[in-house]
């Protein structure tokens, strides 16, 4: 006979209880990250509430079940609410797969290997950015695995973005309007390298020369023909209080210019329902958003494993719902069984159109899971939600180096209020050859300097 | 095609010649995009463009200033081989010449069809190229003596007759390659390599840095959507261009470029701006210089807030500078015979309609009034180009100092038309009034006049610098990221045309250009609104490039050169503009304003709309005043147009 240790209701009674005395302390049976460095598997870690989605709905839902307008009351409460309204009002459909166990399937390899490494040395300096103990910039990893507040959590994602020293994503973004036609196509790459907290590229940890800025990253539309050319290059500065330095090249100008940085709130191009401000939940300097608060715990459902789509030649994926059938990706969810939910106000943006934004963040990870963000009079505005996965099916894999990549492959940024769809995904290759790249060496100088968006913008 | 036009284009089809073998042999992403679309414009002003149909300038009767002076008379009758003493006896022409009015009021100034297909390869890490293929096809929406001349220049182009090395044309159609490079990149390196334009500095619409290329005018002008600044017209040509980072904050960047002069609209085109009369001869202009190459470097630093920037070009001025061209009209060699050692066909003019010309009786210029008034339009003083014609042409020369000599002797006080004349220093008349009469004597005695101008591209050595920094202030302020720039160059001893004199009007010249630019929001609602404020100052011409010291005349007045400037000597401009998109970005708001410190404005609100990813509707309406002939656009004040634009991209 199986005795049972915890009853049904003890993990929701203990992330009650940690959130009225305040106390964040991830897992529920046993401390989570030092499981996690003990062996990478989570097991024994939570109960059998979250980490099953039988369990957790009393048998009502099983792996393998489609989550439809039908069933989606027995999971409302691990959705967020645009979620919980796609599902039950708009045709979205969410395939069950089971838990992930292995953390390091979850990251990729070396982002994990650097944050056991170097866990416990990381501190806020007196202007509040992350510092080793000996004031140096941050050596790589998630600096506070084991977040106690929530800009713990923040600054981690905002220190590394794809988790990896030099990211490059080949992109097609598709937004579709109310109507469910898909009425603008992009095509763009993005580019993004970290000059610090390396951890893979040559020299590591720090870039020498380059240990000022945190991030340098661009953006360049390869397609449709009248935004090809138009190409962004944002330097961040590894202090976080100051906005990124951006030049932009603008086709009809011929040249590079240097732009202003703060409009971070509005799309870039006609049609997307996706901000500056959206990347990675994350896209601000954390230092410009401010009453960071975890306003909840507990389990939830996310596509984070085996969401990689390897039979397409170019890694696409198919979609579903809305009123032409193209809304939404297909996307399989598991059951995470804890999330962080962390609140922030943009309080460095006056006129922002956002009051806060609601960031679900796994904890085994610490990556953003999902956002819902709130207009001005406390009404829910937009939302944002992924798939990552290892890129692998077992009968393909794609390589970051030694490991099986692991990545995000799509993204809905979707506008409720006017109820526009931007759908994004991680594709192999888009038009004019450009092929996305993990680590590789030489990504400053073909996509990340001035001269690199000058060449890039015909 | 001769041999040497073969060589040529050879060499500037090389790269694409080259991009195709390749992407025919080995592996290579090709990416195929482009669009399609109808471009129209509809002159809303009440006056059609003076530079048409003869100098329309001048309508009508316009008063023949030799009649009413017994002296000038007296003279023409000499010169016509009358009898001098007998004034009874004279045939004197008639006391207004009657100007034909061509004018067809015709409202469309533009009727056009562009087509442009951009190809985008890859054929490893290294090594890209990109090719755009342009063609553009305009109705024929006026008629000037027939149907019109748009594109057809005679300088280069793989048929000789068109305007850049890789076009072909004809006078309603060009198509041509503005892009045709390979790029290749390593580390820190960039070489470009084939057909290409390069834009410098940060300023827009003000030309400070930006002085790599010329500007081709022949399709609409510059007066396409304003927020496009110059990205139709600059003109492309096969060069080599590097760059090479040298530090994180220092970059270093050079070109080598095959010249390519600008290409002003042709005469008889809807936006003419030089006199219809005056036929632009930038195919023997051109011909001096096509072998030569301009060449640039330019060192840009990043230093947190602060931009720097620090550039020299070694180039011959891509905008021309015009001289008189021989008129080449035998017919009446014979008589007028050989005066000061020239034949009447080795000076200037050519009387229209007469075998020789291009111009048909009626179309050339026609009076005093519409010389001087036409000069006026193009920044000359009509007075001083008189001597510039007695100096360059012999021919002239004699025929104004007989004049002069004939008149004094008619003139019982002995002061004759030209009393003031400093003959061996070349100088003939010293203003307008002794002017006029002698005009008229011309256009009394040959009918009306029509002439080449012939370009020229001076060397000279453009040396510049130039910033931008960005303010911070408390965040959504109207002081918040505030960019400042600055560009300034000084260009020693550049060349004008100097009342389209042989030699050329010299002097130094400083140009900058100070700007604000800025994104506020006003709402949480909105997205920002683009906002730029920019300041140009020149001290030797004005906006579009004419000399200060030849502006200002009127019909009855020799130009009076530069009126004081915002900053006492000088020309100054300001523009403002603004854009305004809707939150998903469907919709964009324009309006622009150019100010001219000297009395002129253009004004253009637009509107953008974009409802799909492959549809694109524009629409604006321009409108321009000129206070007088000082303004940088009296030439083109009749441009006051609504236009519409609508694209289809694949």
């Known amino acids: 006979m199986h005795i049972r240790k915890y009853d049904f209701d003890y993990s929701r009674r203990h992330f009650l209880d940690q959130m009225r005395r305040g106390v964040l302390a991830t897992g529920v049976l046993a401390p989570l990250w030092p499981t996690i460095a003990r062996g990478g598997d989570i097991s024994g870690v939570y109960p059998d509430e979250l980490m099953s989605i039988e369990a957790y709905t009393k048998g009502k839902i099983h792996t393998g079940d489609i989550i439809d307008a039908g069933n989606v009351e027995h999971v409302k409460d691990l959705l967020d609410p645009i979620r919980y309204h796609q599902i039950a009002q708009m045709g979205r459909r969410l395939e069950i797969i089971d838990t992930t166990r292995e953390a390091m399937k979850l990251s990729p390899w070396e982002y994990v290997e650097a944050t056991l490494r170097n866990q416990g040395q990381a501190v806020f300096d007196a202007d509040g950015n992350v510092t080793t103990r000996e004031g140096k910039p941050w050596i790589g990893g998630n600096p506070f695995p084991d977040p106690k507040t929530a800009i713990e959590i923040f600054a981690g994602i905002t220190l590394t973005w794809g988790r990896r020293d030099a990211s490059f994503y080949a992109i097609k973004e598709y937004d579709i309007g109310p109507q469910g036609e898909v009425e603008y196509l992009y095509e763009l790459c993005w580019a993004e390298l970290a000059p610090v907290g390396r951890t893979v590229l040559e020299p590591k940890p720090y870039w020498p020369g380059h240990e000022d800025k945190l991030r340098y990253q661009s953006v360049f539309f390869v397609k449709p023909n009248d935004v090809k050319g138009t190409s962004f290059l944002n330097i961040w500065p590894y202090d976080q209080r100051q906005f990124p330095d951006l030049f932009g090249y603008i086709p009809a100008f011929k040249r590079v210019r240097r732009f202003p940085t703060n409009q971070r709130f509005e799309p870039l191009i006609p049609g997307s329902s996706l901000y500056l401000s959206d990347a990675w939940t994350a896209g601000d300097p954390f230092l410009t958003w401010g009453n960071y608060a975890i306003v909840g715990r507990g389990p939830t459902l996310a596509a984070i494993s085996r969401n990689w789509n390897g039979t397409h030649e170019n890694w696409e994926h198919t979609t579903h719902g809305g009123p032409q059938g193209n809304t939404f990706w297909d996307m399989k969810v598991e059951l995470v069984p804890e999330a962080i939910v962390v609140d922030a106000e943009p309080v460095g943006f006056p006129k922002a159109p956002i009051s806060k934004k609601r960031v679900w963040f796994d904890a085994r990870t610490l990556a953003p899971l999902a956002m819902v963000s709130f207009d001005r009079r406390g009404e829910i505005f937009r939302s944002f939600d992924g798939a990552g996965s290892l890129y692998t099916d077992g009968a393909n894999t794609v390589y970051d180096g030694a490991h099986p990549y692991a990545s995000w492959t799509r993204v809905h940024a979707h506008n409720v209020q006017t109820n526009r769809m931007t759908r994004l995904e991680q594709v192999k290759r888009i038009s004019g050859g450009y092929e996305m790249s993990a680590n590789a060496p030489d990504l400053y100088d073909r996509f990340l300097t001035e001269s690199a968006i000058r060449r890039l913008g015909n | ?650």
């Open chain 2, 1 to 650: 095609m001769n041999k040497r036009r073969l060589l040529k284009v050879a060499v500037a089809s090389a790269v694409p010649a080259a991009m195709l073998w390749t992407a025919q042999t080995m592996a290579v992403d090709v990416a195929i995009s482009g669009f399609i679309r109808e471009e129209a414009a509809y002159r809303i002003g009440q006056e059609p463009n003076p530079s048409l149909r003869g100098s329309a300038y001048a309508k009508g009767p316009q008063t023949n200033t030799v009649r009413g002076n017994p002296v000038s008379e007296a003279t023409y009758a000499a010169f016509t081989g009358q009898d001098v003493t007998n004034p009874a006896s004279w045939v004197l022409p008639p006391a207004q010449f009657q100007k034909e009015d061509f004018n067809n009021d015709e409202r469309w100034n533009l009727m056009a069809t562009r087509a442009e297909v951009d190809f985008n390869l890859k054929f490893n890490e290294n090594w890209t190229g990109f090719v755009k293929v342009r063609g553009y096809y305009t109705a024929d929406i006026i008629d000037e003596y027939g149907k019109p001349n748009n594109f057809k220049t005679n300088m280069t182009g793989l048929n000789g007759d068109c305007g850049n090395r890789l076009e072909v044309c004809d006078r309603n159609y060009m198509i041509d390659l503005p892009a045709a490079y390979l790029d290749y990149n390593n580390g820190p390196l960039w070489v470009r390599v084939g057909n290409q334009q390069i834009a410098w500095g940060e300023a827009l619409f003000f030309r400070v840095a930006d002085v790599a290329n010329g500007l081709d005018l022949r399709r609409h002008s510059f007066l396409d959507y304003a927020s496009e600044e110059y990205a139709d017209e600059r003109t492309p040509s096969p060069a080599i261009r590097m760059s090479y980072n040298l530090t994180q904050q220092w970059e270093v960047e050079t070109f080598l470029q095959m010249f390519q002069p600008t290409i002003h609209p042709r005469s008889g085109s809807p936006y003419a701006f030089i006199n219809s009369p005056y036929q632009i001869r930038d195919d023997i202009g051109f011909d001096d210089y096509e072998d030569f190459v301009n060449g640039g470097i330019r060192f840009n630093g990043q230093f947190d807030q602060l931009g720097l920037q620090f550039f020299m070009v070694s180039r011959h001025n891509p905008d021309p500078v015009y001289r008189w061209g021989a008129g080449g009209q035998t017919a009446l060699d014979p008589a007028f015979g050989m005066i000061n050692g020239q034949v009447f066909s080795e000076q200037v003019f050519r009387a229209s309609g007469l075998p020789g010309s291009p111009v048909p009786e009626g179309g050339g210029t026609y009076g005093s009034a519409d010389w001087m008034g036409g000069a006026a339009l193009g920044g000359l003083d009509g007075v001083e180009a008189l001597n510039v014609l007695g100096r360059d042409f012999p021919f002239i020369g004699g025929f104004l100092t007989n004049i002069a000599g004939v008149s004094a002797m008619l003139d019982p006080s002995g002061q004759g038309m030209l009393p003031n004349a400093d003959i061996a220093n070349g100088i003939w008349a010293t203003n307008v009034q002794e002017a006029l009469p002698v005009f008229d004597m011309f256009f009394s005695i040959l009918g009306d006049l029509d002439a080449d101008i012939i370009s020229s591209y001076p060397a000279e050595n453009v040396f510049g610098a130039g910033g931008n920094y960005i303010f911070y202030a408390e965040p959504d302020t109207l002081l918040d990221q505030l960019v400042v720039r600055f560009e300034a160059t000084y260009t020693p001893d550049r060349k004008w045309t100097n009342n389209v004199a042989r030699d050329p009007l010299t002097q130094n010249e400083w140009i900058t250009a100070l700007a604000f630019e800025k994104y506020h929001r006003f709402s949480q609602n909105y997205p920002a609104t683009f906002f730029s404020l920019q300041w140009m100052h020149k001290t030797a011409s004005d906006f579009v490039g004419r000399p200060l010291s030849t502006i200002g005349g009127t019909v009855t007045k020799r130009a009076t050169g530069k009126p004081k400037g915002w900053l006492g000597d000088g020309w100054d401009g300001f523009s403002f503009a603004f854009q305004q998109p809707t939150p998903d970005l469907k919709w964009r708001y324009d309006f622009s304003v150019l100010y001219d410190i000297f009395g002129g404005y253009l004004i253009q609100p637009a509107v953008r709309y974009k409802p799909s990813a492959a549809w694109t509707v524009e629409t604006y309406a321009t409108w321009m005043y000129a206070k007088n002939t000082e303004s940088v656009f009296a030439p083109i004040e009749w441009t006051d147009e609504v236009g519409m634009r609508v694209g289809y991209q694949f």
